[in-house]
């Protein structure tokens, strides 16, 4: 872990031919809270765990609209995130307004990706701390990006970033094949079990994480807390009884709007997941 | 902007010099650009006459050019500033292939594109000396706009540019309707084309009619109108109007 001869600057390599200050660039991501991003052929779902420093505090801001059609997840140095996400909205809105059309998701995230990389090899400069998840949509449809503080960025179905992100990945990994052609509705319930994997034992509630969706015929928008605690009540219940993912699917969708305290009582009720 | 160059600053505070960057007048021009949607697509159609002032200097002016996969463009006025347009356009394709992604750019994105580039000339009272018409079709949608050398710009179901205006357009108001035929649209081009021959003195007989559809663009040969100079109005024009011409 101490290589400390050639991680001075970002401009030395090292005999091994690797670049530590941008290793470690890539660690502050690994080292912040969770994200999570999955897509299917028409929506992208993106959730990120909310950790608040006490209890006195308001948690940190992850998940930032860009534009209508594209939406980011941050995992890092929350700060270099914000900074990233003015840089995105502003090419958006850049080219909105000389075009009158959404600039397509895939050259926002080369036009990022080669930002971060000009990081890479500037003496005076460091790289961004911070991994984003990109969601949009395109013409060729929903998209997943995965942008690195390295400047290299990557296309998924499914992805997660952060702390404990492996434990999401897996249950990712297990679902993944499904989520082409899945609903708006059960990609969501698969965004709020894949952060339940990061949990890891804490209970599970909309005050903890942050949902947003972004789809064809549905601009970018996070989710309000009622709406996120409903639909998990909804697979609490379902994870209880351990029935098959169509059934909660159902059960979901087919569930009348509760008053935001019921569904918060609801929820204190459920035994917490002491696994 | 590169401050080192010699090269005078385009704004008028420094007197006689600064006049010879401004366009004041244009020089050589296109007359009327007239374009209708019709079922497949987008129907242009443009003579190719390049006037000198009043003398029909250069015949064999193409007007209007395919612009990347989707769009077509048409121009009026300068011409040199039209080609100056289509090196601006060409660069931005460039730029859009370059990305090498599922993406292009469409006629409402050259045309939102366009509409800033006059307009900002306009601001700087160096103005590009133009009336465009751009057309196109993408992924089913067909689009046509207009932008003027003021930056005026509207999309419409027809457009026409100069004195297409005043003579195409009335007629067009009267007998466009939805889903054209290629052979109506083509027919109804040609009345509106007829109508500019007789009565535009800057228009020739040689005309092009482009079409744009889905699958691509096409632009016709240059051809000629059939024309009938023995109306009884022609042999007498002032007969309802003694002193007239």
């Known amino acids: ?275 | 902007m590169n401050f080192m160059a010699s090269k005078q600053p385009e704004n008028s505070l420094l007197g006689p010099e600064a006049d010879s960057q401004r366009t004041l007048y244009p020089y050589v021009t296109g007359t009327s650009v007239v374009a209708l949607k019709y079922k497949d697509g987008i129907l242009m159609a443009a003579d190719m006459g390049g006037s000198y002032g009043s003398t029909l200097r250069y015949k064999s002016v193409e007007r209007m050019k395919p612009i990347g996969k989707h769009s077509l463009l048409g121009a009026s006025g300068e011409i040199s500033d039209f080609q100056e347009i289509l090196h601006y356009l060409d660069e931005l394709i460039l730029y859009d292939n370059m990305w090498d992604d599922g993406n292009s750019l469409g006629p409402k994105e050259v045309h939102n594109y366009l509409t800033r580039v006059m307009y900002n000339r306009r601001n700087k009272f160096n103005p590009l000396w133009n009336s465009l018409v751009l057309g196109g079709v993408k992924n089913g949608q067909k689009y046509l706009g207009t932008v003027s050398m003021i930056g005026v710009n509207f999309e419409d179901n027809h457009v026409a540019t100069g004195f297409g205006n005043h003579l195409a357009r009335p007629i067009l108001r009267q007998e466009w309707h939805e889903n054209l035929s290629f052979e109506d649209g083509v027919r109804l081009l040609e009345k509106c084309m007829r109508v500019l021959l007789y009565r535009d003195r800057s228009a020739i007989n040689k005309l092009q009619i482009a079409k744009i559809t889905e699958e691509g663009m096409t632009i016709s040969q240059p051809y000629s109108l059939k024309t009938y100079w023995e109306f009884s109005a022609f042999a007498n024009p002032a007969q309802g109007a003694v002193g007239s011409w």
Not at chain 1, 15 to 38: H, T
Not at chain 1, 57 to 78: E, M, N, P, W, Y
Not at chain 1, 84 to 90: E, G, P, V
Not at chain 1, 137 to 166: K, M, T, V, W
């Open chain 1, 1 to 275: 872990m101490f290589r400390n001869q050639y991680d001075t600057d970002v401009t030395t390599w090292s005999p091994a031919g690797r670049l530590f200050q941008v290793e470690y660039a890539m660690e502050a991501v690994k080292q912040g809270s969770a994200a999570i991003g999955l897509r299917s052929k028409t929506h992208i779902v993106l959730g990120c765990v909310n950790k608040a420093n006490s209890e006195l505090s308001s948690h940190q801001k992850k998940i930032f609209k860009v534009d209508d059609h594209i939406g980011v997840a941050i995992a890092g140095l929350t700060a270099d995130g914000r900074v990233l996400s003015r840089y995105m909205r502003n090419e958006c809105i850049n080219y909105s307004f000389t075009y009158e059309s959404p600039l397509p998701v895939g050259r926002l995230v080369v036009q990022l990706a080669d930002k971060a990389q000009v990081c890479t090899q500037r003496s005076w400069k460091r790289p961004y701390g911070v991994g984003l998840l990109v969601a949009g949509l395109d013409e060729s449809g929903a998209h997943l990006y995965y942008n690195c503080p390295s400047g290299n960025y990557f296309e998924y179905q499914a992805f997660a970033i952060g702390s404990r992100s492996q434990a999401a990945k897996t249950y990712l990994e297990r679902k993944f094949e499904n989520f082409t052609d899945a609903s708006r509705d059960d990609l969501v319930k698969d965004a709020i079990m894949a952060i339940r994997e990061t949990l890891q034992g804490e209970t599970l509630k909309s005050s903890v994480c942050t949902i947003a969706v972004v789809g064809v015929g549905e601009p970018f928008h996070i989710l309000d807390q009622a709406t996120v605690q409903q639909m998990i009540d909804a697979f609490e219940i379902v994870g209880e009884q351990e029935a098959p993912d169509a059934a909660a699917g159902q059960e979901a969708s087919a569930e009348p709007e509760p008053e935001p305290e019921q569904g918060a009582a609801a929820g204190e009720g459920v035994a917490p997941m002491d696994i």
